[in-house]
Nanobody, 119 residues
Framework: QVQLVESGGGLVQPGGSLRLSCAAS????????MGWYRQAPGKARELVAV???????NYGDSVKGRFTISRDNAKNTVYLQMNSLQPEDTAAYYC?????????????WGQGTQVTVSS
């Protein structure tokens, strides 16, 4: 059974930094795609960043140049380094794992970690 456990959220002042971690279990981590999504109150969930099993990376437009996604396959963990945080980055951040076997795609989600950017 796949489990994703996020950590690292919290309260930070504008301009500050946080690093989120997502520890995965129950799958062959090196073969799955990992990502971060976020959802602010009253808004739809949006892509923050994804990293494929081969290391290809995509970022949402609003975080390009400020956030960095990375993965450590030896630790079954994906990270999100967030710099130059702004109040509009306030949201619940969710870790996502995608497995693709043939034509079948399965998505798994963590429970979320809250990031609040405020002075």
């Amino acid at each position: 059974q796949v489990q994703l456990v996020e950590s690292g959220g919290g309260l930070v002042q504008p301009g500050g930094s946080l690093r989120l971690s997502c520890a995965a279990s129950g799958s062959i981590f090196s073969l799955v795609h990992m990502g971060w999504y976020r959802q602010a109150p009253g808004k739809a969930r949006e892509l923050v960043a994804v990293i494929t099993d081969g290391g290809r990376i995509n970022y949402g437009d609003s975080v390009k140049g400020r956030f960095t996604i990375s993965r450590d396959n030896a630790k079954n963990t994906v990270y999100l380094q967030m710099n130059s945080l702004q109040p509009e980055d306030t949201a619940a951040y969710y870790c996502n794992e995608v497995t693709v076997i043939g034509a079948v795609r399965a998505d798994y989600w963590g429970q979320g970690t809250q990031v609040t950017v405020s002075s």
